[in-house]
């Protein structure tokens, strides 16, 4: 019997990635499919979303992730990812759960990191740099609160990049293998103009974000805050004439500098130790696999155009 399984979010590119892999691996959950979409200002749509079945486990996805949105709206931000997070805890209370709480925050929240203090582990403290961080910040220490409060097992999951087939062009990865997927079909010139592409970033496949999240859910410990990451850098440069390798395409990359604008964090690598340490997880899938399933994702959705 498979336990039931409430994810918010489920419309992202995580959350929809999160469906299809319940749909083709036995993970030993079912995802309980509310009648109707649910809002998280909303406390009635939660409530309702949760009527026919309490769950066994929670994965909390949803929020608003875009840091320039956090600027323009850091009210709107905080107000959703903070007051939504304790909409839904307050949801799950009045249903009676007590089971598994995973909130999913971001590595986001370490905020500029000394090239000497890297990789970057969960001892170190959150110092955010944008709207976005304090509100992630804010909503982990209130789940934290919770997990001392109330009798459920609550875990705060660090995601740094993740990259995968589905995800927004608005994103360096997806946005690169969009144009070379163009280039293949002669309907952009071998040309990419780009901005600041010589920083490293640590990337990880949607995938092993998910085979973490439901680690977690088997074996973590309550109150614990654990980074999801690969433990490696990959420099952006290096990434797109790797995909464009994979692609078979010549390209140039031209630096473009209305778009250069310098990053103030140059390198970026994570420590994955507690999660293994706790759970056993580590990565399975390759870069070459992750930009493979990128380029084949988007030679498709170009296809469609």
Same mark, same amino acid.
């Given at each position: 019997?498979?336990?039931?399984?409430?994810?918010?979010?489920?419309?992202?590119?995580?959350?929809?990635?999160?469906?299809?892999?319940? +749909?083709?691996?036995?993970?030993?959950?079912?995802?309980?499919?509310?009648?109707?979409?649910?809002?998280?200002?909303?406390?009635?749509?939660?409530?309702?979303?949760?009527?026919?079945?309490?769950?066994?486990?929670?994965?909390?996805?949803?929020?608003?992730?875009?840091?320039?949105?956090?600027?323009?709206?850091?009210?709107?931000?905080?107000?959703?990812?903070?007051?939504?997070?304790?909409?839904?805890?307050?949801?799950?209370?009045?249903?009676?759960?007590?089971?598994?709480?995973?909130?999913?925050?971001?590595?986001?929240?370490?905020?500029?990191?000394?090239?000497?203090?890297?990789?970057?582990?969960?001892?170190?403290?959150?110092?955010?740099?944008?709207?976005?961080?304090?509100?992630?910040?804010?909503?982990?220490?209130?789940?934290? +609160?919770?997990?001392?409060?109330?009798?459920?097992?609550?875990?705060? /999951?660090?995601?740094?990049?993740?990259?995968?087939?589905?995800?927004?062009? /608005?994103?360096?990865?997806?946005?690169?293998?969009?144009?070379?997927?163009?280039?293949?079909?002669?309907?952009?010139?071998?040309?990419?103009?780009?901005?600041?592409?010589?920083?490293?970033?640590?990337?990880?496949?949607?995938?092993?974000?998910?085979?973490?999240?439901?680690?977690?859910?088997?074996?973590?410990?309550?109150?614990?805050?654990?980074?999801?990451?690969?433990?490696?850098?990959?420099?952006?440069?290096?990434?797109? +004439?790797?995909?464009?390798?994979?692609?078979?395409?010549?390209?140039?990359?031209? +630096?473009?500098?209305?778009?250069?604008?310098?990053?103030?964090?140059?390198?970026?690598?994570?420590?994955?130790?507690?999660?293994?340490?706790?759970?056993?997880?580590?990565?399975?899938?390759?870069?070459?696999?992750?930009?493979?399933?990128?380029?084949?994702?988007?030679?498709?959705?170009?296809?469609?155009?």
């Amino acid at each position: 019997m498979k336990k039931p399984l409430f994810v918010t979010g489920l419309t992202g590119f995580v959350g929809q990635r999160l469906r299809r892999q319940l +749909q083709d691996d036995d993970h030993g959950w079912r995802l309980i499919e509310p009648r109707e979409r649910c809002d998280l200002l909303q406390p009635d749509s939660l409530d309702a979303a949760l009527a026919d079945e309490c769950p066994e486990a929670v994965i909390h996805l949803a929020g608003q992730t875009f840091v320039p949105e956090s600027f323009r709206d850091p009210a709107k931000t905080l107000e959703i990812n903070l007051l939504g997070t304790l909409n839904l805890l307050q949801a799950l209370k009045r249903r009676g759960f007590a089971g598994t709480f995973l909130y999913v925050s971001s590595g986001d929240v370490y905020g500029k990191v000394d090239e000497a203090a890297l990789p970057i582990d969960e001892g170190r403290l959150p110092e955010p740099r944008n709207p976005y961080g304090v509100s992630k910040v804010a909503a982990e220490l209130l789940c934290r +609160q919770w997990s001392v409060a109330e009798p459920w097992r609550i875990m705060v /999951a660090r995601p740094f990049n993740h990259i995968g087939e589905g995800q927004s062009a /608005a994103f360096v990865v997806p946005s690169v293998a969009q144009q070379i997927a163009r280039i293949r079909q002669g309907r952009q010139a071998p040309r990419l103009e780009m901005g600041d592409i010589d920083v490293s970033r640590d990337f990880l496949d949607v995938r092993d974000v998910l085979s973490a999240y439901f680690a977690l859910l088997a074996r973590g410990e309550n109150g614990g805050v654990y980074n999801i990451c690969s433990g490696r850098e990959y420099v952006i440069r290096d990434l797109i +004439q790797r995909m464009a390798t994979l692609a078979g395409v010549d390209l140039e990359i031209v +630096q473009d500098p209305a778009r250069m604008r310098r990053a103030e964090q140059r390198r970026v690598r994570g420590s994955f130790e507690r999660l293994q340490r706790v759970t056993g997880w580590q990565p399975t899938l390759s870069i070459e696999d992750t930009l493979k399933t990128v380029l084949s994702d988007w030679e498709s959705r170009e296809k469609e155009v």
